[in-house]
């Protein structure tokens, strides 16, 4: 009976590690975030992950030129400015092409008012750290810096369709010191544009 209960004990384990990390293939929920190091925002200063002291923080990879990306940004303004004095927003672009580069950025940012930071990662290794295979894709960490939650920010291409708030809902959780409900969904937009310097 014994050893019934321990074989039980070990698939139950092997089942939720293959349930982990469904759609990314790099990191699981409850990981450590990746760092990053002295990338140039849009204020023409650099960043560090360290700097950013909140007990959450929302790590957004992203782009300039994605509709998809280009679809959420009045979405991320407004969860800035709901959530501005809990929650730290860091929107990373990781795309290379000239619509994305940083002159680009800054105008993008100037034009729509961008309340969050804005950094360009021309490295790519950000993106490649978390997984992370769609513009946008979201992040969030709770105060250990662990991923309690990935994937989109919500379950709408526009604003008026949104049935499900996973980013919100993930936030408020991680506000709490809870782990979220929902802990991974499949992140929806542009596929990022890995250069193959950038794997090597």
Avoid at 84 to 90: A, P, R
Avoid at 144 to 158: I, P, T
């Amino acid at each position: 009976m014994m050893r019934f209960a321990a074989i039980m004990a070990v698939l139950a384990l092997s089942l939720s590690t293959v349930q982990a990390g469904k759609f990314n293939k790099v990191i699981n929920p409850g990981d450590k975030a990746p760092t990053f190091e002295k990338l140039m925002g849009t204020d023409e200063k650099e960043h560090s992950s360290s700097e950013f002291k909140k007990d959450v923080v929302v790590v957004i990879v992203t782009c300039n030129k994605c509709p998809m990306a280009i679809a959420y940004e009045d979405r991320m303004i407004e969860f800035t400015k709901k959530y501005s004095g809990k929650v730290d927003v860091v929107a990373i672009n990781v795309n290379n092409a000239d619509a994305d580069k940083l002159d680009k950025m800054i105008e993008r940012s100037k034009e729509k008012g961008f309340n969050y930071t804005y950094l360009y990662d021309p490295s790519q290794k950000i993106a490649m750290a978390l997984g992370a295979a769609r513009t946008p894709e979201f992040f969030v960490l709770n105060k250990a810096r662990e991923v309690v939650y990935m994937g989109s920010f919500d379950d709408g291409n526009s604003a008026e369709d949104v049935t499900k708030t996973y980013v919100v809902d993930a936030v408020e959780a991680a506000l709490a010191g809870k782990t979220p409900k929902v802990q991974e969904t499949a992140a929806r937009g542009c596929g990022v544009q890995f250069e193959k310097k950038s794997k090597e």
